[in-house]
């Protein structure tokens, strides 16, 4: 059963062609990779299946139905998803905020964070993507700041993006302002959490703490939990500087 038809899809940006009369079909069960150099039109295409762009030629069916172009409610109803690249998400937002950007009308008084988090959480389990630790969190730093997980040069540009984050608050709160502090701040569940890379003058640290039980995200310089990440990491770093 063929669940996805595009037929014809081109896109011109000025003189620039990035698809040209692309038609492609995917069955039921079946995983499609697109391949090709940076620049070759991979996420124009993909753009224009979710409603982000318009082709100006060509249609797409999804189960046997046309889509509208330009709506992505109706890709969304359509069961088409789009993971966007990095550069395209609010890295000063958690995974939950990035995931209900959009999600819910700008009219609406109090955010529905409760629920929002239960869906995100029961479709990780669903396909098996589970929920980081903060132990899990402590080594994937430790492998990053060994560059196993990408290239050396990758895991540098990486935790010098971390070190300009560097803030006042969470880890670095009570950290001695001489040493250095890769960080990003609420990474595992809004500000109830943060992790990074204590760069101590004997070793470097990973520390990822996360405060469960918190009534509400609190923004202000004083939220409880903010605190309590303060003295915990404090106290980590003290103790394990000394080993």
Known sequence: MTVLRLEGISKRFG????????????ARGEVLALL????????????ILFGHYVADAGQIEAFGRVLPPGDTRAALNAGIGMVHQHFTLADNLSVLDNVMLGTEPLWRPVSGRTAARARLLATAA???????TPH????????LEQGKIVSPAASKD???????QQERFGISRRTPEELVVASKHGSLDALRSDVGI?????????IAITVDDMPE???SPDNAGDKLIADLSEALRAGLGTK
């Open 198 to 206: 204590v760069y101590d003058k004997d070793a470097p640290i990973a």
């Open 15 to 26: 003189a620039l062609q990035a698809n040209d009369g692309i038609s492609l079909e995917l």
């Open 126 to 132: 669903k396909f098996g993507l589970g929920v980081t």
């Open 36 to 47: 090709g150099e940076n620049g070759a039109g991979k996420s124009t295409l993909v753009s």
């Open 158 to 164: 990486i935790l010098d993006i971390m070190k300009m």
């Open 217 to 219: 995200i609190d923004y």
């Open 136 to 143: 899990e969190m402590v080594q994937i730093l430790e492998m």
